[in-house]
T-cell receptor
Framework: GAVVSQHPSWVICKSGTSVKIECRSL??????MFWYRQFPKQSLMLMAT?????????EQGVEKDKFLINHASLTLSTLTVTSAHPEDSSFYIC??????????????FGPGTRLLVL | AQSVTQPDIHITVSEGASLELRCNYS??????LFWYVQSPGQGLQLLLK??????LVQGIKGFEAEFKRSQSSFNLRKPSVHWSDAAEYFC???????????FGAGTTVTVRA
């Protein structure tokens, strides 16, 4: 149980294009989903938190217009990197947290999406 | 502010030997503590978590961790490591109604034959 998937697992795109990453909770409903960014050999940095049906909450320093997050259903959240540039190249990981029936503090992570912007 | 410190950046251990990874946290209220493992190019897998109760927590893959409030520590242990335990290990802290997790910088474990 508590499986989270991400698609695609890796993507290469040209500078200036937009890239959409999907995060799905496969066997539970996720009231809250999180998006992280991880640089090589470093820890995870929380980018934003999204709750189903409401606007995402972004961490300080994360550009809302650059990283568009949509949490349209209890099992799907998407992160769109708009007008991607080489400095956006990174490993993006999502996590999902079950609803109030379980301890919301437990996050289950997806396998990550590696983005390379040329 | 909450924070996590993993003092060891890299640990090398022989297969079959015991392993202990250190984690110290700072949190203003009752902490919820987690250990995650990340294999190369993969997401994070939850090894174990502590919310309350018995301070010695058993997890998957033969791992255990002990919560010591007096030392603000949550160290991870495994009695006998396997080559497949080579990975990056992250300690994280959160709290009741606190959806944000703070992660440590991680400890890389290398297992030698």
């Amino acid at each position: 149980g508590a499986v989270v998937s991400q698609h695609p697992s890796w993507v290469i795109c040209k500078s200036g294009t937009s890239v959409k990453i999907e995060c799905r909770s496969l066997d539970f409903q996720a009231t809250t989903m999180f998006w992280y960014r991880q640089f090589p050999k470093q820890s995870l940095m929380l980018m934003a938190t999204s709750n189903e049906g409401s606007k995402a909450t972004y961490e300080q320093g994360v550009e809302k217009d650059k990283f568009l997050i949509n949490h349209a259903s209890l099992t799907l959240s998407t992160l769109t990197v708009t007008s991607a540039h080489p400095e956006d190249s990174s490993f993006y990981i999502c996590s999902a947290s079950p609803g109030a029936q379980e301890l919301q503090e437990t996050q289950y992570f997806g396998p990550g999406t590696r983005l390379l912007v040329l | 502010a909450q924070s996590v410190t993993q003092p060891d950046i890299h640990i090398t251990v022989s297969e079959g030997a015991s392993l202990e990874l250190r984690c110290n946290y700072s949190y203003g209220a009752t902490p919820y503590l987690f250990w995650y493992v990340q294999s190369p190019g993969q997401g994070l897998q939850l090894l174990l978590k502590y919310f309350s109760g018995d301070t010695l927590v058993q997890g998957i893959k033969g791992f255990e961790a002990e919560f010591k409030r007096s030392q603000s520590s949550f160290n991870l242990r495994k009695p006998s490591v396997h080559w497949s335990d080579a990975a990056e290990y992250f300690c994280a802290v959160g709290g009741l109604n606190d959806y944000k997790l703070s992660f440590g910088a991680g400890t890389t474990v290398t297992v030698r034959a």
